[in-house]
């Protein structure tokens, strides 16, 4: 067993980190870490369970330690649920004093060398772990994309092997999204908000690095453009987005891709059976109550493939889009022993 822990563990997403992590088979959840008055307390007494799962009891009397790798002995990785401001400098000191860091953190997602990895669209990326060891750093940092990106990116998987050159999306995002406290009950209530700071730009620039090409030490972007526009809509949890791609192919090819398509990598236990589930009769479909838990949350679901070519894809923000994807890029890291 893997000595994790996980930084921010009392917030939205550092409770999917707990939740997924709890039973996990390849990794021993032995530490946990929060803010100064937190700390030195049993994680079932300060911790405001707000999941839709039973709490993890095995867990309750952990006691919480501060954000520090010197509190951290003998964890061999550490999944960061920090906010961006906060995680820059505390990810950098971690993987300084030899420890490996999964982010969820915007930080540092576009480092030249930095991966940032969906374990289906470009496993081949975590070679810029030897560039970071290379460069005198014991630990490393592997980032997963912003939940939007993710949904989006795992649903273009299928359709990589045909030409594009632009992509257009609208989102409609969930309000767990923007954390326990983002956005005001009055606020969404009977509301769409037509504006998430810094989500389109999150969207247009990490979709380029991560269906890029790894070109010896760095990176090299996509060669298409990305035009997003992002809004917040009275959903607790979920992510749905149209999507338009100028693919000049017949859809009834792309439904083929879509139908046929099998991720290049296995045997992850976070991993769903399907990365992507297709709804190739179903006009409504996806919907955020009827299909976020599909796959235990993992799975992208695609639907209304149409001429365009448009469709409609949705997932679980917290899940495949925050906890379960740097979960699963742990995974991968373990499977190509890296640790």
């Known amino acids: 067993m893997i000595n994790v822990g996980v930084l921010g563990a009392t917030?939205?997403?550092?409770?999917?980190?707990?939740?997924?992590?709890?039973?996990?088979p390849w990794f021993n959840l032995s530490m946990l870490a929060a803010s100064e008055r937190s700390a030195g307390q049993p994680y079932g007494k300060i911790v405001n369970w707000r999941l839709d799962t039973p709490f993890?009891?095995?867990?309750?009397?952990?006691?919480?330690?501060?954000?520090?790798?010197?509190?951290?002995?003998?964890?061999?990785?550490?999944?960061?649920?920090?906010?961006?401001?906060?995680?820059?400098?505390?990810?950098?000191?971690?993987?300084?004093?030899?420890?490996?860091?999964?982010?969820n953190a915007s930080s540092h997602r576009?480092?030249?060398?930095?991966?940032?990895?969906?374990p289906e669209v470009n496993p081949d990326h975590l070679g810029l772990i030897d560039v970071q060891r290379d460069s005198g750093r014991d630990g490393f940092i592997v980032t997963n994309p912003n939940c939007s990106?993710?949904?989006?990116?795992?649903?273009?998987?299928?359709?990589s092997k045909f030409k594009f050159t632009d992509v257009r999306v609208a989102t409609m995002q969930a309000i767990s999204g923007a954390g326990f406290a983002g956005?005001?009950?009055?606020?969404?209530?009977?509301?769409?908000?037509?504006?998430i700071g810094q989500e389109e730009e999150k969207m247009e620039t990490e979709t380029l690095k991560i269906m890029g090409t790894l070109k010896g030490n760095t990176v090299a972007n996509a060669k298409f453009n990305v035009s997003a526009s992002?809004?917040?809509?009275?959903?607790?949890?979920?992510?749905?987005?149209?999507?338009?791609?100028?693919?000049?192919?017949p859809v009834e090819k792309l439904r083929n891709a879509f139908r046929d398509y099998k991720?290049?990598?296995?045997?992850?236990?976070?991993?769903?059976?399907?990365?992507?589930?297709?709804?190739?009769?179903?006009?409504?479909?996806?919907?955020?109550?009827?299909?976020?838990?599909?796959?235990?949350?993992?799975?992208?679901?695609?639907?209304?493939?149409?001429?365009?070519?448009r469709f409609v894809a949705m997932g679980h923000n917290t899940i495949r889009g925050a906890a379960g994807a740097s979960v699963l890029n742990a995974e991968l890291i373990t499977k190509k022993k890296y640790l």
């Open 56 to 103: 993890p009891e095995k867990i309750a009397k952990l006691k919480v330690t501060p954000i520090s790798p010197k509190a951290m002995k003998d964890i061999d990785l550490v999944f960061s649920a920090l906010p961006a401001d906060i995680a820059s400098d505390v990810e950098n000191e971690f993987a300084d004093a030899g420890i490996a860091v999964c982010s």
């Open 11 to 24: 917030g939205a997403v550092g409770q999917r980190f707990v939740e997924l992590l709890a039973d996990h």
């Open 149 to 159: 990106t993710i949904m989006m990116v795992t649903a273009l998987a299928p359709l």
């Open 230 to 249: 992002c809004h917040r809509v009275a959903v607790i949890d979920g992510h749905t987005m149209a999507v338009w791609v100028d693919i000049k192919e």
């Open 263 to 309: 991720p290049p990598i296995k045997g992850l236990p976070t991993q769903p059976e399907e990365s992507v589930h297709f709804f190739d009769e179903e006009k409504d479909r996806p919907q955020p109550r009827l299909d976020r838990m599909r796959g235990k949350g993992m799975t992208v679901s695609v639907g209304r493939l149409r001429p365009g070519v």
């Open 110 to 118: 576009m480092d030249p060398s930095v991966p940032l990895v969906i």
């Open 183 to 195: 956005v005001a009950a009055m606020a969404i209530y009977d509301n769409v908000i037509p504006y």
